[in-house]
């Protein structure tokens, strides 16, 4: 942390972590390999040793078993533990990974589209101002796309973010172009 201290005095420095969710049943199931009290810990110490450091949590939303009340929860969490920014992407399932095969026996399942953006919408509604929406959307690789279909679209996708952020239009301040 000594090193990044000095740097982050020197330049513009962004520090990425993988939350990806808070639910430690889910954590444990897409072998995240951490408790989450560790990654509040983590950014706390970062927080504490390298102020000027911009800390950006990733999060997954549709995540396996995971309900629309643990995707808020894990936003929440990450918003309280003092992320300075966020990137929020859907689950992909991608070919030749254990999600694929648990997908195809239909023990996974994804969000449509229209699933997504409501619990993105509600997610950002309480994200408060000077927290920087980094990303709400993803490119997976679509030669290796199994799901979600509809992010193959990208042009839908962003115009569908774009509506989004116009209805809410207390969030577009906190989106970065």
């Known amino acids: 942390l000594t090193k990044l201290a000095s740097l982050s005095q020197k330049t513009y420095v962004q ?24 990654f509040e810990r983590a950014v706390e110490e970062i927080h504490n040793a390298c102020p000027k450091v911009h800390i950006v949590t990733h999060i997954i939303f549709g995540l396996p078993g995971e309900t629309r009340d ?7 969490n990450a918003l309280e533990w003092k992320t300075d920014g966020l990137k929020i992407t859907v689950l992909y399932v991608l070919k030749n990974t254990d999600p694929e095969k648990e997908y195809l026996n239909g023990k996974v399942k994804t969000l449509e589209m229209e699933e997504y953006m409501s619990i993105l919408e ?10 920087v929406i980094h ?13 979600t279909e509809w992010t193959k ?9 774009k509506q989004l952020f116009l209805h809410v239009d ?8």
Do not use: H, W
Not at 71 to 76: D, E, F, G, I, P
Not at 122 to 131: C, I, K, N, W
Not at 135 to 140: A, E, I, L, M
């Open 153 to 161: 679209n990208k042009k839908l996708v962003l115009n569908r973010v």
């Open 170 to 177: 207390s969030l577009s301040s906190n989106v970065v172009q």
């Open 15 to 38: 520090l990425e972590l993988g939350l990806q969710t808070t639910n430690e049943k889910t954590a444990r199931y897409i072998r995240r390999g951490f408790e989450s009290r560790a």
């Open 70 to 76: 643990d995707m808020l929860t894990t936003v929440k």
């Open 135 to 147: 990303r709400v959307t993803g490119d997976p690789p679509k030669s290796l796309l199994i799901a």
């Open 122 to 131: 509600e997610a950002l509604a309480f994200v408060p101002p000077g927290v």
